[in-house]
């Protein structure tokens, strides 16, 4: 059983950015607005939503049991659960051929109803997600290269 977790300075600079969202959005509203109170309400809006996001929604760990299957845990509940053999794996979606080398999302479709989604793994670290790919069968390392005959004339 292997458990992949996100990483602490990830969400701490996630979190240093929903903090200067804040300031940001205090400033475009105090000028706006003209009212310390409202420009202050909106700061802390947007500052909690951010914390939440950071905290709760990409606060994930990902286990790889020895039957096969992954386990998505949130604050040590089982959030979903999948049987690897079920599902096609990939780090790209359906429908694009590339891929913004930012983007860290884990694209499953499943083989009975063909149905996409993906997990977001933004907060893992690349080592931890180029090994997670590598275990569900996203990514063949072994794979032959691909030599393409050019005609020269």
Request: proline share 1%.
């Given at each position: 059983?292997?458990?992949?977790r996100?990483?602490l ?12 969202a804040?300031?940001f959005?205090?400033n475009?509203a105090g ?9 202050g ?9 951010m ?8 606060f994930?760990s ?10 998505i845990k949130?604050f040590?509940k089982i ?11 990939s780090?790209?979606s ?6 913004n080398?930012?983007?860290?999302d ?10 996409e989604?993906?997990i977001?793994?933004s907060n893992?670290?690349e ?13 063949n390392q072994?794979?032959?290269?691909v030599?393409?005959?050019t005609?020269?004339?």
């Amino acid at each position: 059983m292997k458990e992949y977790r996100g990483k602490l300075t990830t969400a701490l600079f996630w979190t240093a950015c929903g903090f200067c969202a804040g300031w940001f959005v205090f400033n475009v509203a105090g000028r706006i607005t003209h009212s310390l109170m409202i420009s202050g309400i909106t700061a802390v809006v947007v500052m909690l939503l951010m914390l939440y996001k950071v905290f709760v929604c990409d606060f994930i760990s990902i286990i790889i049991t020895d039957d096969r299957q992954l386990l998505i845990k949130r604050f040590n509940k089982i959030v979903k659960s999948f049987v690897i053999d079920n599902y096609y794996w990939s780090e790209y979606s359906k429908e694009s051929n590339t891929k913004n080398v930012e983007d860290q999302d884990i694209y499953y479709v499943s083989k009975e109803t063909g149905e996409e989604d993906y997990i977001d793994c933004s907060n893992f670290s690349e080592d931890d997600y180029a090994e997670l790919l590598t275990v569900l069968g996203a990514k063949n390392q072994e794979a032959p290269a691909v030599k393409v005959e050019t005609i020269k004339k």
